[in-house]
């Protein structure tokens, strides 16, 4: 078992720049592929970023509407997975997650949210001018 506690999110105004930071505690984060989703009022939850655990060769993946704005890093020594987030839209606005799941799942199953065993409470990201 694994507890996960994101860092507090915030205001942005668009175009700006915010760190999102996770901890994770429990186990060795290096066993585990660690993700982030987000949810925006009245929507599903979306994915956003993937970092595959280093015996799993360690890609990391993004949802097509962050990539070349948003990047995932892991530090398994200090057990974080951060995601930085740039050139932020309205659209961006939301709770994000960070989620974590042991194994080899596929890029595909990365991506969705019922493959992950284990979630953060989540943080608010609210981007507005």
């Known amino acids: 078992q694994i507890q996960l506690r994101e860092s507090a999110g915030g205001w942005v105004q668009p175009g700006g720049s915010l760190r999102l930071s996770c901890v994770v505690s429990g186990r060795a984060l290096s066993n585990f592929n660690l993700g982030w989703f987000r949810q925006a009022p009245g929507k599903e939850r979306e994915f956003v970023a993937a970092f595959r655990r280093s015996g799993g060769g360690g890609m990391t993946y993004y949802g097509d509407s962050v990539k070349g704005r948003f990047t995932i890093s892991r530090d398994n020594a200090r057990s974080t997975v951060d995601l930085q987030m740039n050139y932020l839209k309205f659209e961006d606005t939301g709770v994000y997650y960070c989620?974590?799941?042991?194994?080899?799942?596929?890029?595909?199953?990365?991506?969705?949210?019922?493959?992950?065993?284990?979630w953060g409470q989540g943080t608010q990201v609210t981007v507005s001018s």
């Open positions: 989620a974590a799941t042991s194994g080899s799942p596929t890029s595909s199953y990365l991506r969705r949210e019922d493959t992950y065993e284990y």
